[in-house]
């Protein structure tokens, strides 16, 4: 089982705010890094660590952290952001790294 | 712009190993900043992080599979690869490599091949 535990789904109307959360005890200690993967695409890295959005990456995705939480929001969700969304990170110990089960992102 | 390329047979049989190739291009694999992983998803699910091997041949496995699991690293070729053995129908699942980057409490998969699916079947 995941160490880090994610919403299945989540659904946002066209050009409102989404946010994808991400829960485990690991997230006190490291950062998140958030992945979008399309149907039948490799993931793509969108935001990652404290307050850090990839070159090419719209600034519609920002990422936020408290606690054992930690949160993706798109703001102003387009037609292209539906996807999965996983979140990852160091397991407790530091050793290995960890995905969450993913978020399936339905724009309406 | 580094680019990751696996490679590989996509059909496996059951108890045989798995083997597949990472090939990267547009920069060095021996740059020590970085650790190269393989990461797969089981036709469906999510994403499951096998493990990483540095440039110099340091390794770390997800201790789930870390007793099938063989990670090298051939810096002349700019490639690394992965060797998975005793495999099963559980094993079926599309194999990315990955570029790792950490440092204190941040990390990032930077950069991904496009995957290879691998079939465990006879």
């Known amino acids: 089982s995941s160490e880090l535990t994610q919403d299945p789904a989540v659904s946002v109307v066209l050009g409102q705010t989404v946010r994808i959360t991400c829960q485990g005890h690991?997230?006190?200690?490291?950062?998140a890094g958030w992945y979008q993967q399309k149907p039948g695409q490799a993931p793509v890295l969108v935001f990652y660590g404290k307050n850090n959005r990839p070159s090419g990456i719209p600034d519609r995705f920002s990422g936020s952290n408290s606690g054992k939480t930690a949160s993706l929001t798109i703001t102003g969700a387009q037609a292209e952001d539906e996807a999965d969304y996983y979140c990852n990170s160091r397991d407790n110990s530091g050793s290995f790294w960890v995905f969450g089960g993913g978020t399936k992102l339905t724009v309406l | 712009q580094v680019q990751l390329q696996e490679s590989g047979p996509g059909l496996v049989k059951p108890s045989q190993t798995l083997s597949l190739t990472c090939t990267v291009s547009g920069g060095s694999i021996s740059s020590g900043v970085y650790y190269w992983s393989w990461i797969r998803q089981h036709p469906g699910k999510g994403l499951e992080w096998i493990g990483y091997i540095s440039y110099s041949g340091s390794t770390y496995y997800n201790p789930s599979l870390e007793s099938r699991v063989v990670m090298s690293v051939d810096t002349s070729k700019n490639q690394f690869s992965l060797k998975l053995s005793s495999v099963t129908a559980a094993d079926t699942a599309v194999y990315y490599c990955?570029?790792?980057?950490?440092?204190?409490?941040?990390?990032?998969?930077?950069?991904w091949g496009q995957g290879t699916l691998v079939t465990v079947s006879s």
């Open positions: 690991s997230l006190r200690s490291y950062y």
């Open positions: 990955a570029r790792l980057e950490y440092s204190g409490y941040d990390s990032k998969f930077d950069c």
